[in-house]
């Protein structure tokens, strides 16, 4: 079995992300300095640059796990606007048409809308799968 890398190896990745933090902090320095001071010269920059490269190599993955549950969160809270979104503006559409014809109606105020944009959402997700299913049979 062949030991094929592909790009440069740990220790030149890890170089590389510092050079290039110490670039972004360089540059934030310069060009932000309204929002980002950073005094001492390039000795601050290389120090801050490095920090900031060990921190995302050590911490960062910690963070990641720490807040995956807000992630989480976030998504399906993100998911049931959207579907809400839909549900709302096919409601304001049927309320313009005749209502011998249609009437849309969402009861139980936030939790009846929490409600229906979640099943629409996970019906039209099993939808979508059903058919890409199907179109690769």
Known sequence: MSSEHSGPSWPLRVLIKALLNMGLVWLMAT??????????????????GALLTLMNIFVRPILEILTLPLKLFATILAVILVNGGFVWLTMEITQRMDPALVHLEI???????????????????????????????
């Open 31 to 48: 060009y932000l300095d309204q929002y980002f001071q950073l005094t001492g010269g390039i000795a601050a920059v290389i120090i801050v």
């Open 107 to 137: 009861f139980g105020a936030l939790w009846g809308w929490i409600v229906v944009a979640t099943a629409f959402g996970a019906g039209n997700w099993l939808i979508k799968e059903m058919l890409h299913r199907s179109a690769r049979d």
